[in-house]
């Protein structure tokens, strides 16, 4: 396989991953909100985000294994964990984010198996640094990526982007629902 060919699999792995983890986020964030009522209900909520919430793992270790082949890219393993240490430098910063990302949701995920197992408030801010993954995410994609520029990708993340926002400001407004 060619360098061409990593290139490809790592933006459609990258591109679907965001997809998935948006998918999460929104109704992870939904899910004791009451705006999407008209839509669903929070048990078809709930699903959805218990669905999407692995599905990352996958797409985004294959998003990885293949830039690691990527001679252009030149992602060795540790830029994988620790962020800003990849000496490509004008992709540093939102390479580093990337990477910042990832260890969070990995956390955030690893820690979502071992709830029954934790303190429920610990477990609760370790799943919120998930809006802060999605920002770091949101700017590794936007600076990183080769497709952002494309209207698709551009409207799926703008919209996820303000679905965010309109969810926060409504648990702003109308505090948090109980499950
Ligand atoms: C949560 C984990 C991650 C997700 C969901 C993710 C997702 C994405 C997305 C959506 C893009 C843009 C693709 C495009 O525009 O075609 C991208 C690009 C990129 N990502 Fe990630 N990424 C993650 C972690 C990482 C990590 C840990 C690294 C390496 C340390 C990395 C390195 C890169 C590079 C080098 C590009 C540019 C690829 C290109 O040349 O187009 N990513 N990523």
Do not use: Q
Request: charged share 15%; proline share 5%; aromatic share 14%.
């Amino acid at each position: 396989m060619d360098d061409l060919t990593f290139w490809f699999i790592a933006r459609i792995t990258g591109l679907t991953a965001f997809a998935v983890l948006s998918l999460s986020v929104l109704s992870g964030e939904a899910l004791r909100t009451s705006v999407l009522d008209f839509l669903a209900k929070n048990r078809a909520i709930r699903r959805l985000h218990d669905f999407t919430t692995p599905l990352w793992l996958p797409l985004v270790f294959a998003h990885i294994i293949a830039l690691l082949f990527d001679k252009t890219a030149a992602i060795r393993p540790i830029d994988v964990v620790v962020p800003f240490v990849n000496p490509y430098e004008p992709y540093l910063l939102p390479i580093g984010l990337g990477t910042i990302s990832f260890d969070i949701i990995m956390v955030v995920t690893v820690t979502s198996w071992l709830r029954s197992r934790m303190n429920n408030t610990l477990w609760m801010w370790i799943h919120r640094t998930s809006y802060i993954a999605f920002v770091a995410l949101f700017f590794h994609a936007a600076y990183s990526g080769t497709d952002f520029d494309a209207p698709l990708v551009s409207a799926l993340a703008w919209s996820t982007a303000a679905g965010l926002a309109i969810l926060g400001v409504s648990r702003i407004i109308w505090g948090r629902l109980p499950a």
